[in-house]
């Protein structure tokens, strides 16, 4: 008998990349439409078995498909099981979700997934009618459920993109952006990463399986394509035999990863240009030396960072660097030092993102509360001395004033600005209504 799966991304009214943060998921504020990955890779196993079938809706590449819609919808489909991609932000409107799938229909086996689930899976099952809490990635997860054995990385598929509107999932400048990966996890144990406790340890995929990953996504007519691997050249010698591959092959492909600075040398550099390499992200974090040691996140001295990101630009290799805004550690002067520090490192681009509390496992009492709607925060108890207002100040002002050293004051209004504070916007207007489906939808259509 062929099992039906029904695999759902719903859409709240504000941009949120779900498997961003280790599948916490980030709410962006700009207008870039991420896939997910794991998600998409999930219903391509199930696709590929002879004993299931699957649909997936993606609410954001189905026009911005709001909750009512998307419940209508899922009405008049036939499914036995359903799974609902659960991020932070939006984590009490997808508990809401799956209560209206279950009540239209008694007999479907629910499931939910994203790390949010990892600290409240005791909670969904004392107070929901949820089937089954996902405490790992969905496509292990699925694997496991298919195949009856745990996966690796390279015995997962070729992510499907055609099973999703993929045309949708676009960058700022309207770049087809999809997603692969070459390896997942990572070896090194930063104390605020959201990642490794989710992903666990480094774990590469089979070369000829990533050479084959390029050609299908770049066969659908991708612009762009981005490794989502937390580090991508942590095994530098595997990573210079994949971009062999890619220039022998003849791939012409731009693509786009994430990895540490100190990993990288010269040499290196100018084969992934040559690649075809268009975007290096790296998170440098903090211009506090006190800090980085705190948690574990030595990448390199300053001298090092700024030389690297140098040759990087001269390569032709536009440069993004991370930092983290608002540690538990940070005063007002730590918080200059980091602005400062990431002027002196001077990447072309620089994401001023506040720190989020995910430590959650001393909180007492945890429930979907610990995390805040519709923004990057829980509501655990952090030991910061500087409040929410302050943080994200900061994070504003560093990010107008780098954007505008770097651009122009149209972009910085536009994208440090304009696009933030609408997302604000609606986010305090959806608050308090997350239990009320129909209700979020009409505040979300009255805002567009
Ligand atoms: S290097 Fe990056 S992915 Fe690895 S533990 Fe540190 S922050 Fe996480």
Not at 215 to 238: E, H, W
Request: glycine residues 4%; aromatic residues 10%.
């Amino acid at each position: 008998m062929i099992e039906r799966f029904l695999l759902v991304r719903p859409y709240y009214g504000i941009n949120v990349h779900t498997d961003a943060q280790g599948e916490y998921g980030t709410v962006l504020g700009s207008n870039d439409v991420f896939p997910d990955l794991p998600l998409i890779t999930a219903a391509t196993i199930l696709n590929e078995s002879d004993s299931h079938e699957v649909k997936v809706i993606d609410a954001v590449t189905e026009d911005r498909m709001l909750p009512d819609e998307l419940l209508r919808k899922i009405a008049l489909l036939e499914y036995d099981k359903v799974l609902v991609k659960s991020t932070a932000p939006t984590f009490k409107a997808d508990l809401e979700l799956c209560r209206h799938i279950k009540a239209g229909n008694p007999s479907a086996y629910v499931m939910i997934d994203g790390q949010a689930v990892r600290h409240l899976k005791d909670w969904i099952y004392a107070n929901t009618d949820i089937d089954l809490a996902i405490e790992e990635p969905v496509d292990m997860y699925i694997y496991r459920y298919v195949h009856g054995a745990a996966a690796t990385v390279s015995d997962m598929p070729t992510p499907d993109y055609t099973l999703v509107n993929y045309r949708k999932y676009t960058d700022d400048y309207n770049n087809i952006r999809l997603t692969i990966q070459a390896s997942r996890g990572c070896p090194m144990s930063c104390a605020y990463c959201p990642y490794i406790k989710y992903y666990g340890k480094y774990e590469s995929r089979d070369a000829d399986k990533v050479i084959g990953d390029l050609k299908a996504v770049t066969s659908l007519g991708a612009d762009l394509i981005q490794f989502r691997d937390q580090f991508f050249t942590c095994d530098s010698k595997r990573i210079r035999e994949l971009c062999r591959r890619i220039i022998d092959e003849g791939i012409n492909v731009r693509w786009i990863c994430e990895t540490r600075l100190d990993s990288l040398t010269p040499d290196l550099i100018d084969l992934m240009k040559e690649a075809g390499l268009f975007l290096i992200c790296f998170g440098v974090e903090s211009g506090d030396q006190n800090i980085l040691t705190e948690y574990n996140s030595n990448k390199g001295n300053i001298d090092y960072q700024r030389s690297t990101v140098e040759y990087i630009k001269n390569a032709g290799i536009l440069t993004m660097a991370f930092y983290i805004t608002g540690f538990p550690e940070d005063t007002w002067e730590t918080l200059h030092a980091t602005y400062r520090y990431a002027d002196t490192v001077n990447s072309d681009i620089a994401a001023f993102n506040e720190y989020t509390e995910f430590n959650l496992s001393s909180e007492s009492d945890i429930s979907p509360d610990i995390f805040c709607s519709f923004e990057n925060a829980t509501a655990a108890k952090g030991l910061s001395s500087l409040s929410k207002e302050e943080i994200r100040y900061a994070v504003e002002l560093f990010s107008t004033m780098y954007t505008l050293k770097h651009d122009t004051l149209e972009k910085a209004y536009n994208y440090n600005h304009k696009q933030l504070c609408d997302s604000r916007r609606l986010a305090s207007k959806l608050k308090g209504h997350e239990n009320d489906l129909d209700e979020l939808s009409r505040i979300i259509r009255e805002s567009s």
